[in-house]
């Protein structure tokens, strides 16, 4: 299982990470269940509306191709960026609320 993900992890540094990274994104590989990947989008990419397109154009279609053995689907889970919590929690003290 470790050499799976380790396989999964080259793919993403390789082909994944420089795209996502030149729009302020990064991604991070959760878990690998039964084929389906799940991974969390983080900075930029976290909660963007263009995330579900990202996965499917970008991450699902590398890893597919570069790992069918180990990858037939990736998932995104949903989460909301550390930097987006700072930025509500600032607004909630700002406003008093």
Do not use: F
Request: with cysteine; aromatic share 4%.
């Amino acid at each position: 299982m470790q050499q799976d993900l380790q396989k999964i992890e080259a793919v993403l540094d390789e082909k994944v990470r420089p795209y996502l990274r030149s729009h302020g994104g990064e991604i991070s590989a959760e878990r690998l269940e039964d084929g389906v990947l799940y991974v969390k989008m983080l900075g930029q990419c976290a909660g963007c509306p263009a995330a579900d397109l990202t996965n499917e154009t970008v991450v699902e279609e590398e890893l597919v191709k570069a790992v069918p053995e180990l990858v037939r689907k990736v998932a995104v889970t949903q989460t909301v960026s550390d930097e987006l919590w700072e930025q509500a929690k600032r607004l909630l003290r700002e406003h008093h609320l």
